[in-house]
């Protein structure tokens, strides 16, 4: 019985036990999974709060971008309500604000459209600065700039004369030349317009304006080579005046070099006629007037240099003067062929004064007061014959020069993407004011193929003779005739290639001989006789055009 009791009292006492451990066993559970959750808890609570940070910085970068969006477009659009209002203001649509600010609107990405409120809150501050604008585009021209620049290899050869012949030395000049070329245009009104033109070049040498390499290294010079100004009320009339290229210029080294430019007016009027049974497409009338010196003498005295020029003595000194007119015919037979005829007559009065500018006496007296400056020595280019050696008086009387002119041109042939276009020309001239030897000129020229681009070639052959009595040397080509403008037979040779747009390489020969020695008639001395030795040119070229 006391066994018994023993046994149960002792088996509810391990149960206690038991149930006392399994609760202590569930409290420790219980505690270690709270522990853990709450380890795991804060272990994640910073990479939460980090993300949640990035994320808030995130959108505050996207608002504030997105705040420069809006205001890079407001101001795109501003500025093309400024550039479209401006434009409405110039009437001129060729000025180079419409041309710069083209591109401009094309390429301005489109903004927001503007409201009628947001437009009206900005009209005061748009027109003020339209204003502004407009007066920093008057004050500055508007100017359009363009020019050359040319890299030159000029190299002449001659050999020395022979006995019997007179002694002339022989020539070998090889030499690096560049011309720099920058022009400025500016239309004033609609029908008025300027020109302007800073050219490179000896100032005492009117036939180039090409600068060589020497002169150690000081500066070269940099003049003013043209400046006119051009009214053209109409499109078939254009009346100039300033300093000028001759007006019927054609770049074809017979009547004027190419360098060469007048002080005085031209004049020209083109009448266009409708289809006709002669294919005349156009007419065109021209003149020019250019005053060559002002002597500024009251009375010529017998000492003086005009009287050493042939002007009477007693009398004013009278200014040299050209004037110069004639007409052209053009015609077009169909898209291809056409042509042009010209005639025209050069007057020049008191000539003689061009060959004193080539004295020393004459360039006291008609260069040097002038220009303000003290050349070197007198002007370049003699060649004419004179009545005594070197002397201020031409053989010829007068230079009354009458030109006949004869253009052929064809639209030509294309080879791959390159055209090839042919030229033939023609010129015919007499000294009339003379009945004096020697007094004709002639050129035939022809041309194949022209540069517009990259891979464009063109071929240029010229056979020339020019007499001694026939043109003034001082203004007609000195590269066609070296050393002498005329009493020449030249053959010249030209080749040109596009390196690339506005990239031209050239190539230039020239074969020379004199025509007629000192002597043979009366009154008659030219610089460089027919004794001399055939003259060779090269001129290598590359020219840049912007």
């Not at 202590?24 to 270690?32: I, K, M, P, R």
């Not at 001129?92 to 419409?98: A, L, S």
Request: include cysteine; charged fraction near 20%; aromatic fraction near 10%.
């Amino acid at each position: 019985m006391k066994l018994s009791r023993s046994y149960e009292h002792t088996r509810v006492l391990l149960q206690f036990c038991l149930g006392l451990a399994l609760v202590c066993l569930v409290a420790v559970t219980a505690q270690g999974q709270e522990l853990v959750k709450t380890s795991a808890e804060t272990a994640k609570a910073p990479t939460e709060a980090a993300v949640s940070e990035r994320l808030r910085l995130l959108e505050g970068e996207l608002e504030r971008q997105n705040s420069k969006l809006e205001l890079l477009q407001k101001t795109i659009e501003e500025q093309q309500q400024a550039i479209q209002t401006l434009m409405a203001k110039l009437s001129d649509g060729k000025t180079p604000i419409q041309n710069a600010t083209a591109g401009i609107i094309a390429t301005a990405p489109a903004g927001p459209t503007a409201t009628t409120s947001d437009a009206e809150q900005q009209t005061s501050s748009l027109e003020q600065r339209v204003a502004k604008v407009e007066g920093q585009v008057l004050k500055a021209g508007p100017f359009r700039l363009s020019g050359d620049f040319r890299l030159r290899m000029d190299a002449t050869f001659r050999s020395a004369s022979e006995p019997p012949n007179p002694p002339l030395a022989h020539t070998q000049n090889v030499r690096a030349r560049y011309r720099l070329r920058l022009n400025f245009d500016t239309d004033l009104y609609p029908s008025l317009s300027f020109h302007g033109q800073l050219a490179t070049g000896a100032i005492n040498n009117p036939l180039t304006v090409d600068q060589d390499f020497s002169a150690t290294t000081t500066r070269h010079p940099f003049f003013i080579n043209e400046a006119w100004i051009d009214y053209h009320p109409t499109k078939s009339i254009s009346l100039q005046g300033g300093r000028l290229q001759e007006v019927f210029a054609d770049n074809s080294r017979f009547l004027f070099d190419d360098d060469i430019r007048f002080n005085g007016f031209n004049e020209k009027y083109v009448a266009s006629l409708k289809k006709n049974a002669g294919y005349i497409s156009s007419i065109e009338l021209r003149a020019g007037q250019y005053i060559l010196t002002n002597p500024n003498v009251a009375v010529i005295a017998p000492n003086s240099p005009l009287a050493h020029a042939d002007q009477v003595v007693g009398t004013a000194g009278r200014s040299a003067n050209l004037f110069h007119q004639g007409i052209l015919l053009n015609q077009q037979f169909n898209k291809k062929w056409g042509d042009q005829f010209g005639a025209d007559i050069q007057l020049y009065r008191n000539p003689n004064q061009i060959q004193l500018a080539s004295t020393m006496e004459g360039l006291v007296l008609l260069v040097q007061p002038g220009l303000g400056l003290a050349l070197s020595g007198p002007l370049t280019g003699t060649g004419n014959a004179t009545t005594t050696p070197g002397g201020a008086i031409y053989s010829a009387r007068g230079f009354q020069v009458a030109r006949l002119t004869y253009r052929l041109n064809y639209a030509g042939f294309k080879r791959d993407d390159h055209t090839y276009p042919l030229v033939f020309n023609v010129q015919l001239a007499r000294n009339v004011g003379t009945g004096a030897n020697e007094r004709d000129a002639m050129l035939a020229a022809v041309q194949l193929g022209r540069i517009t681009k990259k891979g464009d070639s063109s071929f240029l052959y010229v056979f020339s003779i020019k007499g001694a009595n026939s043109l003034i040397s001082q203004v007609t080509d000195d590269d066609l005739g070296t050393g002498t403008g005329v009493n020449i037979r030249t053959n010249h040779f030209r080749f040109e290639y596009g390196l690339a747009k506005k990239v031209t390489l050239q190539s230039l020969f020239y074969f020379q001989r004199e025509l007629r020695n000192s002597g043979q008639f009366p009154n008659f001395f030219v610089p460089i006789g027919a004794f001399a030795p055939r003259t060779y040119r090269i001129q290598q070229q590359i020219v840049f055009s912007f």
